[in-house]
C-alpha cells in the first residue's frame, strides 16, 4: 500500500486525548506494516522548549517508533488575540502545501483535521479523513466530502450524519471506534495499593470520572449527584481543565459546599491507571444536550474503563449505546443527578451485579484495542484504493 502520511495540527506533547488518540492510532498502523510517518505543527508559542520525537515517545508509552516530521508556522500574533488561532492554522495549511510538493513518491493523506480537507482538492493525492466532530453545514463542505478518498467515522452515530447530512456514499465510510492498550493494564495495582499511593482513603466508597471538566461532559451534573450523598462517598475527578468552565465547576462547589468532590488536575497515563484501580466505580455522564457527546463522542477512556474490571455508570447517549449494553454497565437517564445517583446506588447496593458488569466489559473490550482498530482501518484503506 502508498506511504501514509498522517497530518496533524497539533503542537506534541499535549495533555488533551486528541494528542493521545493520535499517537496510538499511528503507533498502530506502523506495527501492523503499514509505512507511516506524522507531521505535526513545530508551533513554540507560550515559552515551550522544542521537544524532540524521543521526548514525544516516552511521553505517550510509544514502543514502536515512526517517524515526525514538525513543520514551520508563522507565530506573529500572541495567542490571546482571537484571530491567532485561523491564522496559525492557515500558516500550517500553507506550509503543509508545499511540504506535500516537495514530497517524493506514492502516498494518501491521513488526518482528523477538517481544514487539511482542502488539501486532497489541491494535491490530487488520495486522502482519508478520521470524521471526529461535524461543523455546521457548508456547500463547500458537501463538495469535500463527496470527492474524498475515504471516511473514517469515530462512531456509527455520525456515520449516518454523513450520510444523510451530505449525501456521501456508505461504501466510502467505515466505523473505527477509540480504542485502548490492553498492556497498560497488565501490571494493574490491588485496589489498596493504588489508593496508599494516591494517598486517597480506604474507607470511603470512590466514584472517579477521568477527561475534561466541561458542562457537555456532564460535569455539573456529576457535582449535582456528589451534593446528595454524604460523606462516605467520595467523587475524584481527574483530567485536563478548560479554564472558564474548570473555575466555574470549582466555584460551583465552593458555594454550595460540596466538600466530597476533590479536582485532581491533570495526570499523565501512568497515573491514570493507578486512579482507575483505585475507584470503587467509574462514571461517563455525557449530556445529551450537546450534538458533539449525543452523536460524535467515542471516548478512550470509556475503553480504560472497560479494561480497568470496575462498574461502569454511563449515560445512555447513543454513542454510548454503541458499546455498552445492560450487561456491561449501568446505563441512566442523561442530564439527571437523581438517576445518575441511582445508578451509583444500584452497584453499591448488588455486589454481585457490580461484579458480573465489570467482568464483562473486560470481556467486551478485547474487540477494541488499537491493534485491531488499525488492522480494520489498513484494511478499509486498501478496500478504496483498490476501488479508485
Known amino acids: 500500500m502508498s506511504r501514509i502520511i498522517y497530518i496533524a495540527n497539533i503542537t506534541l506533547p499535549s495533555e488533551r486525548t486528541h494528542g493521545i488518540q493520535i499517537m496510538k492510532t499511528c503507533e498502530a498502523l506502523a506495527q501492523s506494516g503499514e509505512q507511516l510517518e506524522l507531521w505535526i505543527t513545530n508551533r513554540k508559542k507560550g515559552g515551550k522548549e522544542r521537544i524532540f520525537p524521543d521526548d514525544i515517545f516516552d511521553f505517550y508509552g510509544i514502543k514502536h517508533k515512526f517517524p515526525i516530521k514538525k513543520i514551520p508556522v508563522l507565530e506573529f500574533l500572541s495567542k490571546k488575540c482571537k484571530a491567532y488561532f485561523y491564522l496559525e492554522s492557515f500558516s500550517f495549511i500553507v506550509m503543509i502545501f508545499f511540504a506535500l510538493l516537495r514530497e517524493r513518491g506514492d502516498f494518501i493523506i491521513y ?42 467515522a469515530i462512531s456509527e452515530s455520525f456515520k449516518n450524519i454523513i450520510i444523510n447530512k451530505y449525501g456521501v456514499n456508505p461504501d466510502k465510510i467505515s466505523i473505527a471506534h477509540d480504542a485502548v492498550d490492553l498492556e497498560e ?29 466541561m458542562k457537555k461532559k456532564g460535569i455539573f451534573v456529576l457535582l449535582d449527584t456528589a451534593a446528595m450523598m454524604n460523606s462516605d462517598w467520595l467523587f475524584e475527578i481527574v483530567g485536563w481543565f478548560v479554564h472558564d468552565e474548570s473555575d466555574k465547576a470549582k466555584k460551583y462547589v465552593e458555594e454550595r459546599k460540596i466538600d466530597n468532590v476533590v479536582f485532581r488536575g491533570y495526570a499523565p497515563r501512568n497515573e491514570i491507571i493507578n486512579y482507575l484501580a483505585a475507584a470503587d466505580a467509574l462514571v461517563i455522564p455525557n449530556s445529551s444536550l450537546y450534538e458533539e457527546t449525543r452523536l460524535f463522542t467515542s471516548p478512550m477512556k470509556l ?36 438517576a445518575l445517583k441511582n445508578g451509583l446506588f444500584k452497584i453499591f447496593q448488588n455486589k454481585d451485579l457490580a461484579e458480573s458488569l465489570a467482568e464483562n466489559s473486560k470481556k467486551d473490550v478485547q474487540n477494541h484495542t488499537w491493534t485491531k482498530r488499525a488492522e480494520k482501518i489498513s484494511a478499509f484503506i486498501k478496500e478504496r484504493l483498490a476501488n479508485k
Request: hydrophobic residues 40%.
Open 303 to 338: 475503553f480504560e474503563y472497560m479494561s480497568s474490571g470496575r462498574p461502569i455508570v454511563a449515560s445512555a447517549t447513543p454513542t454510548m449505546l454503541e458499546i455498552l449494553n445492560e450487561k456491561n454497565a449501568v446505563l441512566v437517564e442523561p442530564d439527571n443527578p437523581e
Open 185 to 213: 493494564f497488565s501490571n494493574f495495582l490491588p485496589q489498596k495499593k493504588a489508593r496508599e499511593l494516591l494517598n486517597m482513603p480506604q474507607d470511603k466508597k470512590i466514584v472517579l470520572y477521568v477527561g475534561g471538566v
Open 111 to 152: 488526518t482528523r483535521d477538517e481544514s487539511v480537507q482542502f488539501l486532497g482538492l489541491f494535491t490530487g493525492k488520495k486522502f482519508f479523513w478520521e470524521a471526529h466532530i461535524d461543523l455546521k453545514f457548508n456547500f463547500l463542505r458537501k463538495i469535500r466530502l463527496k470527492k474524498i478518498c475515504g471516511i473514517i
